[in-house]
Structure formats: C-alpha cells, structure tokens
T-cell receptor
C-alpha cells in the first residue's frame, strides 16, 4: 500500500510569514511529486510539480524534494490571506499503473491578516 | 476555453435513483480519471481510462459504471444511489505520453466537480 502522509493541520500563519507544508511518502520508487491547492468548494489546481532532488522555485512558492528521506515540502513565502486553502500532496510511482496518483489527506492553511 | 468540464455541477436526488455525470476535456489528453472526495476532503481515485480502455478500477461498488465513448469524454453512471454516495466527484485528465519524461506533462488537471447529494 503506497501511502502519502501530510500534517492535517490546520496550519495558521500571519500575513507575510513563511508557511511550510510537509509531505512524506512510503514508496521509494516514486518519481513525480505534485502540490495542489484547493479552495473551499473548488477543484484542486496544480501549484508545483517536482521530479528531481533539490529545490524548485516559482514566484512565492518553493518545492523541496529529498528522495533519500522520502520527503517533499512546499514553502510559501510572504503568505497572503488569499493563500488560505487546503494543500494536497500527490505522488506518482514508477511502478504504479500509468497515471496513478496517490494523494495525502491535505493540510489546511489559514493566513490571517 | 474550459479545459476539463463536468455536468451537472450539482445533483440532488433520492435514494434508489440512477444518475449520470458527464466529463469532457479539450486538452488533447489520452487519460481520464474519476475521483471521489468525501466530507473529510480525502481524494480517492475510482477509475481511469487510457485511450478508451479501463486501466484503473479501484474497489468501487458495481453500481458505479464508467463509460468512455472517446478519449475526450468519460462519463460516470451510478445505479441505485445510496446515502453514502453523497460526495463531490471530480473528473481529471492527463497525458501519459509525456509521463515518462518527467517534464510535467503527466500533471493531472481537474474539472470543477459535481456535488452529489443523496436524500
């Protein structure tokens, strides 16, 4: 059973702070890693994808991947109230059925003004 | 220019009825999915089709039957609806041909969801 674990939160940070969201996964041959943001009542939308060890930056978002530790994180710099949402970590394994993603249960983030 | 669309957006029905949800994508993807999201927000895959062929079929009651008339459409028919079927159902699509390169082409894009309420 491939598992993806996230801190369920809720995580609460003040506006302008750095929000750190963490995700661990059980399958060592995982190859693709995604962070989705889901606003209440809306569908998941892709924030970041990462495939190689290290950091990947896109605007205020940085994804960090450490395959040896089976750990992927998402940092949100200069957090804004509009970042308040549930963040879903998803992992795709090399050995799994084509396209199969395993999702974590999500971390709810609240950014207060 | 909607990428992945679903109809209807809301569906309220009585127990025992049969209903369908339709999904269409105009991204040129070859793989489509159905997910169920429960009240605790857990996103669970139900089915996946690649080029009209079923490739993922999770432990889902036989009352749920997907149909893919072509690779741009994936519909979900539910027979004899039960209270526990109440959830949000999301359709998604991706490209498997890009999935091996790790370029990001294997990203799944989600439709707006269908909120099903069974009374």
């Amino acid at each position: 059973q491939k598992e993806v674990e996230q801190n369920s939160g809720p995580l609460s940070v003040p506006e302008g702070a750095i929000a750190s969201l963490n995700c661990t996964y059980s399958d060592r041959v995982s190859q693709s890693f995604f962070w989705y943001r889901q606003y209440s009542g809306k569908s998941p939308e892709l924030i970041m994808s990462i495939y190689s060890n290290g950091d990947k930056e896109d605007g205020r978002f940085t994804a960090q991947l450490n395959k040896a530790s089976q750990y992927v994180s998402l940092l949100i710099r200069d957090s804004q109230p509009s970042d308040s949402a549930t963040y879903l970590c998803a992992v795709r394994s090399r050995g799994s059925t084509l396209g199969r993603l395993y999702f974590g249960r999500g971390t709810q983030l609240t950014v207060w003004p | 220019d909607t990428a992945v669309s679903q109809t209807p957006k809301y569906l309220v029905t009585q127990m025992g009825n049969d209903k369908s949800i339709k999904c269409e994508q105009n991204l040129g993807h070859d793989t489509m999915y159905w997910y169920k999201q429960d009240s605790k927000k857990f996103l669970k895959i139900m089915f996946s089709y690649n080029n009209k062929e079923l490739i993922i079929n999770e432990t889902v009651p036989n009352r749920f039957s997907p149909k893919s008339p072509d690779k741009a459409h994936l519909n979900l028919h539910i027979n004899s609806l039960e209270l526990g079927d109440s959830a949000v159902y999301f359709c998604a699509s991706s490209s498997m041909t890009g999935g091996l390169s790790g370029s990001g082409a294997d990203t799944q894009y989600f439709g707006p969801g269908t909120r099903l309420t069974v009374l």
